[in-house]
């Protein structure tokens, strides 16, 4: 495995699919993200975005399903699989690790024995700060496992970050910097020992009695069992819950707790108060239980 492997991939970006784009626009403008204008991928999805400092949310819909590829031997179709996990519920469907060669990536995830396939390119169009419209590109090379239909990583190659890094859409009303941690939920954690060893490498990952650690070059993965995930988030979990591991919360870091507060009330949001974190439920965030919780 490569120094960039051992070295941990950090988190980039959360993918969270959706019904209705502009419901969930309303919702998370509601939270107090600061969110840019809807895009179109040429393979039927659209999005828009919340920028943090070094990740980003992807909140996304299937906008033009005759245009969504079925996925074939070696393929892996992203929209194809968002298709498929909306049958069955809204959530939190892929988690995306930063990366600087995603063919390097495809590689190493194969010579780890893990499931991969061919890597992906593809441009999009995104429209700047200023309103001027420019071509973003992206490479990714996916990661799935068997036994676990829904959660998929991938690998995510930026060819122009200048165009997608702003600023202006980092800056957030609820005070957010940071994705700080990504929850699953299996049934036996100790069972993804193996997937996460291959994604990151072994000294990044630590096993418990009845969890794991992932501790990523930005940010940290926690798989529980689903009694110790409703301890830790009581009412966190979403009723279309499945039997297979699944992603099951996150855990956005904030400047200020009061201010993320204050946002979330105005907002007309209900929410539980822990200490210096406030935790929205999963009916009220599309499937996905949300914490925010004070850096």
């Not at 060893?197 to 794991?212: C, I, K, N, P, T």
């Not at 279309?240 to 699944?246: G, K, L």
């Amino acid at each position: 495995m490569s120094l960039e492997a051992t070295a941990g991939r950090g988190i980039d970006h959360l993918v969270l699919p959706v019904k209705d784009l502009d419901k969930a626009r309303e919702r998370y403008g509601a939270m107090g993200f600061t969110l840019t204008p809807d895009a179109q991928h040429p393979f039927g999805s659209g999005n828009f975005l919340a920028q943090l400092q070094g990740s980003f949310l992807e909140v996304l819909a299937i906008t033009r399903p005759e245009l969504v590829e079925e996925a074939e031997p070696g393929h892996f179709s992203f929209a194809g699989y968002n298709r498929d996990f909306l049958k069955r519920r809204e959530g939190f469907s892929m988690l995306v690790f930063e990366s600087a060669d995603a063919r390097r990536d495809q590689a190493e995830f194969l010579s780890e024995g893990l499931q991969t396939y061919e890597p992906f390119d593809f441009e999009r169009k995104a429209k700047l700060p200023s309103g001027e419209s420019v071509t973003v590109g992206f490479s990714l090379a996916f990661v799935t496992e068997p036994g676990v239909p829904d959660a998929v990583f991938f690998t995510c190659q930026q060819h122009a970050p200048q165009y997608f890094w702003k600023p202006d859409y980092q800056t957030h009303p609820n005070g957010a910097q940071s994705v700080e941690e990504v929850v699953m939920v299996a049934p036996e954690p100790r069972a993804l020992e193996g997937l996460f060893v291959g994604l990151q490498g072994r000294e990044r990952v630590a096993a418990h009695a009845d969890s794991l650690t992932v501790q990523t070059a930005r940010g940290r993965i926690s798989v529980q069992t689903p009694a110790g995930y409703e301890a830790r988030f009581p009412g966190g979990t979403p009723a279309e819950a499945p039997q297979t591991p699944y992603f099951a919360a996150y855990v956005v870091g904030v400047s200020d707790i009061a201010r993320c507060e204050a946002v979330l009330t105005e907002g007309g949001l209900a929410f539980e108060k822990e200490g210096r974190s406030l935790l929205l439920a999963p009916q009220d965030a599309f499937g996905t239980a949300i914490c925010f919780r004070e850096l």
